[in-house]
Protein backbone atom coordinates (compact mmCIF):
# COMPACT_ATOMS: atom_id res chain seq x y z
CA UNK A 1 0.00 0.00 0.00
CA UNK A 2 1.41 3.47 -0.72
CA UNK A 3 2.49 4.95 2.35
CA UNK A 4 0.21 8.42 1.83
CA UNK A 5 -2.63 5.69 2.12
CA UNK A 6 -3.56 5.39 6.03
CA UNK A 7 -3.37 1.68 7.42
CA UNK A 8 -6.10 0.42 9.45
CA UNK A 9 -5.60 -0.01 13.25
CA UNK A 10 -4.02 -2.84 14.22
CA UNK A 11 -6.99 -3.35 16.70
CA UNK A 12 -9.45 -3.13 14.15
CA UNK A 13 -10.61 -6.55 12.11
CA UNK A 14 -9.67 -7.15 8.46
CA UNK A 15 -12.20 -5.47 5.78
CA UNK A 16 -13.48 -8.75 5.77
CA UNK A 17 -14.26 -10.07 8.77
CA UNK A 18 -16.09 -5.89 9.20
CA UNK A 19 -17.91 -6.48 6.14
CA UNK A 20 -19.17 -9.99 7.05
CA UNK A 21 -20.61 -9.14 10.42
CA UNK A 22 -22.67 -6.06 8.60
CA UNK A 23 -24.31 -7.80 5.95
CA UNK A 24 -25.29 -10.74 9.18
CA UNK A 25 -26.64 -7.58 11.27
CA UNK A 26 -28.28 -6.57 8.01
CA UNK A 27 -29.46 -10.36 7.35
CA UNK A 28 -31.12 -10.83 10.83
CA UNK A 29 -32.88 -7.67 10.46
CA UNK A 30 -34.91 -8.90 7.63
CA UNK A 31 -33.63 -6.26 5.01
CA UNK A 32 -33.64 -8.59 2.65
CA UNK A 33 -34.39 -6.48 -0.46
CA UNK A 34 -31.06 -4.41 0.71
CA UNK A 35 -28.46 -7.53 0.36
CA UNK A 36 -29.87 -7.82 -3.29
CA UNK A 37 -27.29 -5.14 -3.90
CA UNK A 38 -24.80 -5.08 -0.87
CA UNK A 39 -23.46 -8.38 -1.90
CA UNK A 40 -22.69 -7.79 -4.89
CA UNK A 41 -19.80 -5.29 -3.21
CA UNK A 42 -16.73 -6.44 -1.94
CA UNK A 43 -14.24 -5.18 0.64
CA UNK A 44 -11.33 -3.96 -0.67
CA UNK A 45 -9.24 -2.51 3.16
CA UNK A 46 -10.10 -0.17 5.71
CA UNK A 47 -8.69 3.69 5.10
CA UNK A 48 -8.89 6.78 6.73
CA UNK A 49 -11.45 5.41 9.23
CA UNK A 50 -13.54 4.12 6.21
CA UNK A 51 -14.53 0.74 5.15
CA UNK A 52 -13.63 0.80 1.31
CA UNK A 53 -16.19 -1.40 -0.82
CA UNK A 54 -15.63 -2.85 -4.51
CA UNK A 55 -18.44 -2.05 -6.82
CA UNK A 56 -18.81 -3.15 -10.21
CA UNK A 57 -19.16 0.14 -12.04
CA UNK A 58 -19.73 4.20 -11.15
CA UNK A 59 -24.17 4.05 -11.78
CA UNK A 60 -23.99 0.69 -9.08
CA UNK A 61 -21.82 2.67 -6.71
CA UNK A 62 -24.16 5.95 -7.15
CA UNK A 63 -27.25 4.10 -6.47
CA UNK A 64 -25.91 2.07 -3.54
CA UNK A 65 -24.43 5.87 -2.28
CA UNK A 66 -27.73 7.28 -2.12
CA UNK A 67 -30.19 4.53 -1.18
CA UNK A 68 -28.18 2.82 1.42
CA UNK A 69 -24.70 4.71 2.61
CA UNK A 70 -26.78 6.08 5.88
CA UNK A 71 -27.96 1.98 6.62
CA UNK A 72 -24.73 0.90 6.13
CA UNK A 73 -22.37 3.52 8.31
CA UNK A 74 -25.25 3.42 10.97
CA UNK A 75 -24.44 -0.99 11.38
CA UNK A 76 -20.90 -0.07 10.99
CA UNK A 77 -21.01 2.83 14.15
CA UNK A 78 -22.17 -0.51 16.13
CA UNK A 79 -19.54 -2.52 14.61
CA UNK A 80 -16.68 -0.71 15.06
CA UNK A 81 -17.39 2.60 17.02
CA UNK A 82 -13.70 3.93 14.76
CA UNK A 83 -15.27 3.55 11.77
CA UNK A 84 -17.30 6.73 10.63
CA UNK A 85 -17.82 5.98 7.09
CA UNK A 86 -18.00 3.62 3.95
CA UNK A 87 -15.86 4.39 0.91
CA UNK A 88 -16.18 2.87 -2.72
CA UNK A 89 -13.87 1.74 -5.77
CA UNK A 90 -14.73 0.58 -8.98
CA UNK A 91 -13.19 -2.68 -9.57
CA UNK A 92 -12.87 -5.63 -12.58
CA UNK A 93 -14.13 -8.57 -12.16
CA UNK A 94 -17.49 -10.93 -10.85
CA UNK A 95 -18.15 -9.65 -7.46
CA UNK A 96 -17.93 -12.73 -5.31
CA UNK A 97 -20.13 -14.20 -2.67
CA UNK A 98 -20.52 -13.29 0.83
CA UNK A 99 -19.34 -16.77 2.07
CA UNK A 100 -16.18 -16.47 -0.03
CA UNK A 101 -14.62 -13.22 0.46
CA UNK A 102 -11.46 -12.65 -1.58
CA UNK A 103 -8.50 -10.53 -0.48
CA UNK A 104 -8.31 -6.69 -0.54
CA UNK A 105 -6.65 -5.14 -3.36
CA UNK A 106 -4.16 -2.85 -2.62
CA UNK A 107 -5.54 0.70 -3.91
CA UNK A 108 -2.55 3.28 -4.83
CA UNK A 109 -3.45 6.58 -3.85
CA UNK A 110 -0.80 9.76 -4.51
CA UNK A 111 -2.40 12.04 -2.21
CA UNK A 112 -5.40 12.68 0.13
CA UNK A 113 -8.47 14.32 -2.18
CA UNK A 114 -9.73 17.09 0.42
CA UNK A 115 -12.34 15.77 2.46
CA UNK A 116 -15.50 16.24 1.11
CA UNK A 117 -14.86 16.76 -2.03
CA UNK A 118 -16.55 14.00 -4.19
CA UNK A 119 -14.22 13.02 -7.55
CA UNK A 120 -17.43 12.96 -9.56
CA UNK A 121 -18.22 16.62 -9.87
CA UNK A 122 -15.43 18.12 -12.11
CA UNK A 123 -15.83 20.71 -15.46
CA UNK A 124 -15.53 17.28 -17.36
CA UNK A 125 -18.55 16.05 -16.36
CA UNK A 126 -20.89 19.40 -16.52
CA UNK A 127 -22.77 20.11 -19.51
CA UNK A 128 -22.99 23.98 -20.04
CA UNK A 129 -25.38 25.54 -21.92
CA UNK A 130 -27.06 29.00 -22.07
CA UNK A 131 -28.66 28.61 -18.65
CA UNK A 132 -25.29 28.14 -16.85
CA UNK A 133 -22.98 29.25 -18.87
CA UNK A 134 -21.56 32.52 -16.85
CA UNK A 135 -21.32 30.87 -13.65
CA UNK A 136 -19.60 27.43 -15.64
CA UNK A 137 -17.56 30.13 -17.02
CA UNK A 138 -16.41 32.25 -14.02
CA UNK A 139 -16.02 28.67 -12.37
CA UNK A 140 -12.98 27.96 -14.24
CA UNK A 141 -11.61 30.93 -14.53
CA UNK A 142 -11.18 30.91 -10.58
CA UNK A 143 -9.97 27.44 -11.03
CA UNK A 144 -7.21 28.51 -13.26
CA UNK A 145 -6.70 31.42 -11.25
CA UNK A 146 -7.48 31.09 -7.62
CA UNK A 147 -7.95 34.46 -5.62
CA UNK A 148 -7.34 36.32 -8.62
CA UNK A 149 -10.09 35.77 -11.36
CA UNK A 150 -13.70 36.64 -9.93
CA UNK A 151 -13.14 36.98 -5.59
CA UNK A 152 -15.46 35.98 -4.78
CA UNK A 153 -17.21 34.20 -7.24
CA UNK A 154 -21.01 33.71 -5.54
CA UNK A 155 -23.49 31.64 -7.89
CA UNK A 156 -27.03 31.11 -7.01
CA UNK A 157 -30.10 29.64 -7.87
CA UNK A 158 -32.90 27.24 -7.62
CA UNK A 159 -31.90 23.70 -5.51
CA UNK A 160 -30.89 20.98 -7.93
CA UNK A 161 -29.66 23.18 -10.87
CA UNK A 162 -26.27 22.21 -10.47
CA UNK A 163 -24.25 24.86 -8.09
CA UNK A 164 -22.92 22.20 -6.07
CA UNK A 165 -21.39 20.04 -8.82
CA UNK A 166 -19.70 23.46 -9.68
CA UNK A 167 -18.36 24.24 -6.53
CA UNK A 168 -16.91 21.01 -6.35
CA UNK A 169 -15.43 20.90 -9.58
CA UNK A 170 -13.64 24.33 -8.59
CA UNK A 171 -12.45 22.41 -5.47
CA UNK A 172 -11.22 19.45 -7.80
CA UNK A 173 -9.86 21.04 -10.49
CA UNK A 174 -7.57 23.03 -8.21
CA UNK A 175 -6.34 20.19 -6.12
CA UNK A 176 -5.51 17.94 -9.04
CA UNK A 177 -3.43 21.16 -10.68
CA UNK A 178 -1.78 21.23 -7.36
CA UNK A 179 -2.74 19.38 -4.30
CA UNK A 180 -0.53 21.43 -2.00
CA UNK A 181 -3.82 24.04 -2.13
CA UNK A 182 -4.92 23.28 0.91
CA UNK A 183 -8.77 23.19 -0.03
CA UNK A 184 -12.09 23.72 2.48
CA UNK A 185 -15.32 22.99 1.16
CA UNK A 186 -18.04 22.55 3.78
CA UNK A 187 -21.86 23.69 3.67
CA UNK A 188 -22.45 26.99 5.90
CA UNK A 189 -24.33 24.39 8.14
CA UNK A 190 -21.16 22.56 8.57
CA UNK A 191 -19.49 25.83 9.38
CA UNK A 192 -22.09 27.00 11.52
CA UNK A 193 -22.05 23.63 13.93
CA UNK A 194 -18.12 23.65 13.55
CA UNK A 195 -18.11 27.11 15.07
CA UNK A 196 -20.33 25.79 17.77
CA UNK A 197 -18.59 22.96 18.98
CA UNK A 198 -15.21 24.97 19.00
CA UNK A 199 -16.49 27.56 21.07
CA UNK A 200 -18.19 25.23 23.25
CA UNK A 201 -15.17 23.07 23.47
CA UNK A 202 -12.84 26.56 24.13
CA UNK A 203 -11.10 25.72 20.76
CA UNK A 204 -11.54 28.90 19.08
CA UNK A 205 -7.88 29.03 18.14
CA UNK A 206 -8.41 25.80 16.25
CA UNK A 207 -10.97 27.00 14.15
CA UNK A 208 -10.07 30.58 13.20
CA UNK A 209 -6.24 28.34 12.07
CA UNK A 210 -8.22 26.01 9.81
CA UNK A 211 -10.28 29.10 8.15
CA UNK A 212 -8.01 31.46 8.00
CA UNK A 213 -4.41 30.41 8.18
CA UNK A 214 -4.57 26.77 6.53
CA UNK A 215 -6.79 27.90 3.87
CA UNK A 216 -5.79 28.54 0.49
CA UNK A 217 -9.12 28.65 -1.08
CA UNK A 218 -12.79 28.33 0.89
CA UNK A 219 -15.80 26.31 -0.55
CA UNK A 220 -19.19 27.19 1.28
CA UNK A 221 -22.05 25.58 -0.09
CA UNK A 222 -25.90 27.16 0.51
CA UNK A 223 -24.28 30.06 2.27
CA UNK A 224 -27.99 31.56 2.41
CA UNK A 225 -28.53 29.44 5.83
CA UNK A 226 -26.13 31.66 7.93
CA UNK A 227 -28.88 34.31 7.69
CA UNK A 228 -30.47 35.36 11.11
CA UNK A 229 -27.73 33.27 12.98
CA UNK A 230 -25.78 36.63 14.58
CA UNK A 231 -22.23 35.39 16.09
CA UNK A 232 -21.79 32.93 13.54
CA UNK A 233 -21.70 35.87 10.54
CA UNK A 234 -19.57 37.82 12.33
CA UNK A 235 -17.46 34.82 12.54
CA UNK A 236 -17.47 34.21 9.04
CA UNK A 237 -16.64 37.72 7.92
CA UNK A 238 -13.90 38.43 9.52
CA UNK A 239 -12.85 34.68 8.15
CA UNK A 240 -13.83 36.33 4.73
CA UNK A 241 -11.73 39.39 5.63
CA UNK A 242 -9.10 37.71 6.34
CA UNK A 243 -8.71 35.36 3.21
CA UNK A 244 -9.51 38.50 0.94
CA UNK A 245 -7.23 40.22 2.36
CA UNK A 246 -4.54 37.25 1.90
CA UNK A 247 -6.18 36.67 -2.26
CA UNK A 248 -7.31 33.19 -1.06
CA UNK A 249 -9.80 32.15 -3.59
CA UNK A 250 -13.31 32.25 -1.83
CA UNK A 251 -16.45 30.69 -3.88
CA UNK A 252 -20.41 30.68 -2.73
CA UNK A 253 -23.30 28.92 -3.44
CA UNK A 254 -26.98 30.46 -2.83
CA UNK A 255 -30.29 29.41 -3.19
CA UNK A 256 -30.87 33.17 -3.83
CA UNK A 257 -29.27 37.03 -3.92
CA UNK A 258 -27.27 38.10 -1.29
CA UNK A 259 -30.00 40.97 -0.89
CA UNK A 260 -32.93 38.53 -0.80
CA UNK A 261 -31.35 36.03 1.96
CA UNK A 262 -33.02 36.91 5.23
CA UNK A 263 -31.15 38.43 8.33
CA UNK A 264 -27.83 38.63 6.06
CA UNK A 265 -25.70 41.19 7.46
CA UNK A 266 -25.41 44.57 5.46
CA UNK A 267 -21.60 43.75 5.42
CA UNK A 268 -21.95 40.62 4.52
CA UNK A 269 -24.26 41.71 1.15
CA UNK A 270 -21.62 44.12 0.16
CA UNK A 271 -18.38 41.52 0.31
CA UNK A 272 -20.47 39.25 -1.52
CA UNK A 273 -21.30 41.33 -4.38
CA UNK A 274 -17.63 42.42 -4.63
CA UNK A 275 -16.89 40.12 -7.13
CA UNK A 276 -19.08 38.13 -9.80
CA UNK A 277 -23.25 36.99 -8.90
CA UNK A 278 -24.13 34.72 -11.49
CA UNK A 279 -26.98 32.86 -11.85
CA UNK A 280 -27.58 29.08 -13.37
CA UNK A 281 -31.46 28.48 -14.43
CA UNK A 282 -33.58 25.70 -15.05
CA UNK A 283 -32.27 23.95 -18.38
CA UNK A 284 -34.19 23.67 -21.68
CA UNK A 285 -35.66 20.87 -23.14
CA UNK A 286 -32.74 20.88 -25.41
CA UNK A 287 -30.25 21.17 -22.59
CA UNK A 288 -31.83 18.07 -20.43
CA UNK A 289 -31.88 15.82 -23.53
CA UNK A 290 -28.02 16.85 -23.45
CA UNK A 291 -26.87 16.24 -20.22
CA UNK A 292 -28.66 12.61 -20.05
CA UNK A 293 -26.69 11.45 -23.11
CA UNK A 294 -23.04 12.89 -21.92
CA UNK A 295 -23.83 11.33 -18.51
CA UNK A 296 -24.98 8.14 -19.70
CA UNK A 297 -21.85 8.36 -21.93
CA UNK A 298 -19.70 8.85 -19.60
CA UNK A 299 -21.01 5.85 -17.63
CA UNK A 300 -20.96 3.34 -20.24
CA UNK A 301 -24.52 3.14 -20.72
CA UNK A 302 -25.72 2.82 -23.93
CA UNK A 303 -28.67 5.17 -23.77
CA UNK A 304 -31.30 4.86 -26.96
CA UNK A 305 -31.87 8.69 -28.49
CA UNK A 306 -36.02 7.88 -27.58
CA UNK A 307 -35.33 7.39 -24.01
CA UNK A 308 -33.24 10.24 -23.23
CA UNK A 309 -36.00 12.56 -24.08
CA UNK A 310 -38.93 10.54 -22.67
CA UNK A 311 -37.05 11.08 -19.57
CA UNK A 312 -36.23 14.88 -20.60
CA UNK A 313 -39.75 15.38 -21.67
CA UNK A 314 -41.52 14.15 -18.10
CA UNK A 315 -38.06 15.27 -15.57
CA UNK A 316 -38.14 19.11 -16.15
CA UNK A 317 -37.56 20.45 -12.65
CA UNK A 318 -33.63 20.11 -12.25
CA UNK A 319 -30.54 18.24 -12.95
CA UNK A 320 -30.66 16.08 -9.84
CA UNK A 321 -33.95 14.93 -10.71
CA UNK A 322 -32.59 13.90 -14.29
CA UNK A 323 -29.27 12.39 -12.55
CA UNK A 324 -31.37 10.51 -10.32
CA UNK A 325 -33.94 9.64 -13.19
CA UNK A 326 -30.69 8.02 -14.97
CA UNK A 327 -28.81 6.56 -12.04
CA UNK A 328 -32.05 4.53 -11.12
CA UNK A 329 -32.78 3.54 -14.49
CA UNK A 330 -29.11 1.96 -15.07
CA UNK A 331 -28.78 0.60 -11.89
CA UNK A 332 -32.05 -1.85 -12.85
CA UNK A 333 -30.78 -2.45 -16.02
CA UNK A 334 -27.40 -3.46 -14.12
CA UNK A 335 -29.01 -5.85 -12.28
CA UNK A 336 -31.73 -7.15 -14.29
CA UNK A 337 -30.19 -6.88 -17.88
CA UNK A 338 -33.34 -5.93 -19.61
CA UNK A 339 -33.16 -3.52 -22.74
CA UNK A 340 -33.21 0.21 -22.09
CA UNK A 341 -36.69 0.82 -23.96
CA UNK A 342 -39.07 3.86 -23.65
CA UNK A 343 -41.54 1.26 -21.95
CA UNK A 344 -38.11 0.16 -19.54
CA UNK A 345 -38.12 3.42 -17.77
CA UNK A 346 -41.68 4.21 -17.89
CA UNK A 347 -42.00 1.32 -15.39
CA UNK A 348 -38.63 1.73 -13.51
CA UNK A 349 -38.94 5.48 -13.36
CA UNK A 350 -43.10 5.44 -12.52
CA UNK A 351 -42.76 6.25 -9.36
CA UNK A 352 -41.05 9.85 -9.53
CA UNK A 353 -42.88 10.70 -13.29
CA UNK A 354 -45.31 13.61 -13.12
CA UNK A 355 -48.53 12.70 -12.86
CA UNK A 356 -50.64 13.19 -15.87
CA UNK A 357 -52.85 16.02 -15.54
CA UNK A 358 -55.50 17.77 -17.95
CA UNK A 359 -53.93 21.06 -19.09
CA UNK A 360 -56.44 23.84 -19.31
CA UNK A 361 -56.07 27.59 -19.92
CA UNK A 362 -55.34 28.45 -16.15
CA UNK A 363 -52.35 25.85 -16.35
CA UNK A 364 -50.72 27.49 -19.31
CA UNK A 365 -51.67 31.08 -17.71
CA UNK A 366 -49.38 29.71 -14.28
CA UNK A 367 -46.64 27.98 -16.66
CA UNK A 368 -46.07 30.81 -19.15
CA UNK A 369 -46.22 33.64 -16.10
CA UNK A 370 -43.38 31.10 -14.49
CA UNK A 371 -41.75 31.06 -17.40
CA UNK A 372 -41.75 34.79 -18.35
CA UNK A 373 -41.28 35.59 -14.67
CA UNK A 374 -44.48 37.80 -14.15
CA UNK A 375 -47.88 37.44 -12.61
CA UNK A 376 -50.86 35.76 -13.65
CA UNK A 377 -52.82 38.53 -12.69
CA UNK A 378 -50.82 40.54 -15.11
CA UNK A 379 -51.37 38.26 -17.99
CA UNK A 380 -54.66 39.09 -17.62
CA UNK A 381 -54.43 43.05 -17.17
CA UNK A 382 -54.82 45.51 -20.30
CA UNK A 383 -51.02 46.76 -19.73
CA UNK A 384 -48.96 46.92 -23.28
CA UNK A 385 -45.74 47.01 -22.24
CA UNK A 386 -44.17 44.19 -25.15
CA UNK A 387 -42.36 41.97 -23.05
CA UNK A 388 -46.19 41.69 -21.13
CA UNK A 389 -48.43 41.36 -24.12
CA UNK A 390 -46.06 38.74 -25.67
CA UNK A 391 -46.55 37.17 -22.76
CA UNK A 392 -50.29 37.13 -22.59
CA UNK A 393 -50.09 36.60 -26.29
CA UNK A 394 -48.08 33.19 -26.25
CA UNK A 395 -50.32 32.08 -23.25
CA UNK A 396 -53.45 32.92 -26.05
CA UNK A 397 -52.05 30.95 -28.51
CA UNK A 398 -51.23 27.72 -25.81
CA UNK A 399 -54.31 28.09 -25.01
CA UNK A 400 -56.01 27.48 -28.43
CA UNK A 401 -53.47 25.12 -29.60
CA UNK A 402 -53.17 22.73 -26.27
CA UNK A 403 -57.18 23.16 -25.56
CA UNK A 404 -60.72 22.38 -26.37
CA UNK A 405 -61.64 26.09 -25.64
CA UNK A 406 -62.99 28.22 -28.05
CA UNK A 407 -61.87 31.53 -29.09
CA UNK A 408 -64.80 33.26 -26.69
CA UNK A 409 -63.88 31.19 -23.93
CA UNK A 410 -60.36 31.66 -23.74
CA UNK A 411 -60.96 35.53 -24.13
CA UNK A 412 -62.89 35.11 -20.96
CA UNK A 413 -60.24 34.17 -19.03
CA UNK A 414 -57.71 36.73 -19.92
CA UNK A 415 -61.12 39.41 -19.58
CA UNK A 416 -60.17 40.47 -23.75
CA UNK A 417 -62.58 40.10 -26.80
CA UNK A 418 -62.37 36.73 -28.50
CA UNK A 419 -60.98 39.01 -31.52
CA UNK A 420 -58.20 39.77 -29.30
CA UNK A 421 -57.20 36.48 -28.98
CA UNK A 422 -57.61 35.18 -32.38
CA UNK A 423 -55.03 38.53 -33.24
CA UNK A 424 -52.80 36.88 -30.75
CA UNK A 425 -52.99 33.56 -32.17
CA UNK A 426 -52.08 34.57 -35.81
CA UNK A 427 -49.08 36.33 -34.46
CA UNK A 428 -47.52 34.02 -32.49
CA UNK A 429 -47.97 31.07 -35.59
CA UNK A 430 -45.89 33.49 -37.48
CA UNK A 431 -43.53 34.49 -35.27
CA UNK A 432 -42.95 30.68 -34.44
CA UNK A 433 -42.22 30.12 -38.35
CA UNK A 434 -39.91 33.31 -38.29
CA UNK A 435 -38.60 33.60 -35.11
CA UNK A 436 -35.92 30.90 -33.26
CA UNK A 437 -36.00 32.48 -30.29
CA UNK A 438 -39.66 31.95 -29.92
CA UNK A 439 -39.86 28.69 -31.56
CA UNK A 440 -37.85 27.59 -28.76
CA UNK A 441 -39.45 29.06 -25.84
CA UNK A 442 -42.92 27.46 -27.69
CA UNK A 443 -41.50 24.47 -27.95
CA UNK A 444 -40.14 24.32 -24.56
CA UNK A 445 -43.60 25.47 -22.76
CA UNK A 446 -45.54 22.93 -24.73
CA UNK A 447 -42.58 20.07 -23.29
CA UNK A 448 -43.43 21.52 -19.92
CA UNK A 449 -46.85 21.62 -20.33
CA UNK A 450 -47.40 18.05 -22.11
CA UNK A 451 -45.94 16.25 -18.70
CA UNK A 452 -48.66 17.87 -16.72
Request: proline share 6%; hydrophobic share 40%; net charge neutral.
Given at each position: ?19 TRTLEAIRQEGLHYALTWLERMRPMEVRENALVLGVPDRFFRDWVDDHYRAM ?381
Amino acid sequence: MNALAQAPSPSLPSAGVIWTRTLEAIRQEGLHYALTWLERMRPMEVRENALVLGVPDRFFRDWVDDHYRAMLETHLARLEPSLGRVAYEVVVGPPPSSADLPPAPTVKVNSLRPARLNPRFTFDTYVVADSNQLPAAAAQAVAHRPGHNYNPLYIYGGTGLGKTHLLQAVGNHIWEKDPTQRIVYLSSEQFTNEYVESVREHRMTDFRRKFREECDVLLIDDIQFLGKREETQKEFFYTFETLFGLNKAIVLTSDMVPAEVPGMEDRLRSRFAMGLMADIREPTYETRVAILQKKAEQEGLNLPDPVAHFIAKHVQKNVRELEGALVKLSAMHSLTRQPVTEEFASQVLRDILPAQRTVDVEAIQREVARFYKVTVEALKEDRRHKALAHARQVAMYLSRKLTKSSFPEIASRFNKDHSTVISAVRKVEGLRETDAAVHRDLSELETKLGGM
